[in-house]
């Protein structure tokens, strides 16, 4: 990546780390209960109203979701929502990306929407003077990031938060290629029916990540309701890969859970150098 060489190229680098720093974007005719800190102390605590089953396709799907609840408006009428096309980020001094995620025992629970394996307190990661705690991981098929155009087969999702209750999240892209050791544990423990959990080995969640670990941050979303807009994302430029016969065991317990993208609008991409 070369660095942006213009006056415009560096203003802009500028701004968005102004952004990711915490600055609001967000748009002026939002109203309060649609606002990332409002959505996300109410993720955080609860909410308040009765729980609307959601899904990815037919009439609970991405197109419906606004109109299932009033919980779920800014799905649909948010500036900030992901996933995104990861593309056409600015070259920008991101500092280090540190994860420090400690092996665990599997533990796995089928939601109907995807498997979710809970993470015990002490592993994080931090990134621009900002350390996330880790409480969960998860999967989608296909990938709901696509990176230059590209969409991948999976997508894992590790889900961390702040004390304010807003999220840093870790997307991991997986490719089709050579199996993966540690992701072959993770779908043999995936409890075929909805609302069932099981246990599984001590797994060390590191080796989910690439080897090389270039990414791109911007702010987003939750993607999958209420999609609070309290999200720093932080996508990795490098691909996992796993089998094709791991890709299909998971794919024949969730054929398809990942949210279409969603536009960029004003917002800023920022690629570490």
């Given at each position: ?6 006056r415009?190229g560096?203003l ?5 780390l ?8 967000q748009?002026a005719?939002?109203t309060n209960s649609e ?12 909410s308040?109203?009765?729980h ?5 396709t ?8 606004s ?9 649909n ?8 096309d ?5 070259p920008?001094?991101l500092?280090p990306?540190?994860i420090?995620?400690?092996p665990l ?14 993470v ?11 350390s ?8 989608h098929?296909?990938s709901e ?10 997508e894992?999702?590790?889900?961390h938060?702040l ?15 050579a ?19 099981a246990?599984g080995?001590?797994i ?13 941050r ?8 209420p999609?609070a ?7 990795l ?14 794919a024949?317990?969730f ?12 917002r800023f991409?920022?690629?570490s150098?």
């Amino acid at each position: 990546m070369h660095q942006p060489r213009t006056r415009e190229g560096r203003l802009l680098a500028a701004l968005a780390l102004a952004a990711l720093a915490g600055l609001s974007v967000q748009g002026a005719a939002q109203t309060n209960s649609e606002r990332p800190m409002t959505k996300a102390a109410e993720v955080a605590a609860g909410s308040p109203s009765a729980h609307v089953e959601w899904g990815y396709t037919g009439p609970t799907g991405p197109d419906h979701w606004s109109a299932l609840s009033q919980d779920y408006a800014i799905c649909n009428t948010g500036q900030q929502e992901s996933p995104i096309d990861v593309k056409g980020a600015i070259p920008a001094d991101l500092g280090p990306l540190s994860i420090a995620w400690k092996p665990l025992a599997i533990h796995a629970t089928n939601n109907g929407h995807t498997v979710q394996y809970d993470v015990p307190a002490g592993s994080s990661f931090s990134v621009g003077g900002k350390s996330y705690a880790l409480v969960q991981f998860h999967l989608h098929h296909p990938s709901e990031h696509l990176l230059n155009g590209r969409r991948f087969p999976l997508e894992i999702h590790f889900v961390h938060k702040l004390a304010d209750g807003s999220f840093g999240v870790v997307g991991v892209l997986v490719a089709r290629g050579a199996g993966n050791a540690t992701l072959q544990k993770l779908i043999a423990a995936i409890p075929a029916e909805r609302g069932a959990t099981a246990t599984g080995p001590v797994i060390a969640p590191r080796a989910l990540l690439p080897a090389t670990r270039g990414f791109v941050r911007y702010e987003g979303s939750l993607t999958t309701p209420p999609c609070a807009e309290a999200v720093d994302w932080v996508v990795l430029r490098t691909s996992i890969t796993a089998s094709t016969a791991q890709i299909d065991k998971f794919a024949s317990i969730f054929p398809f859970n990942a949210r279409p993208i969603q536009p960029l609008d004003r917002r800023f991409l920022l690629t570490s150098r």
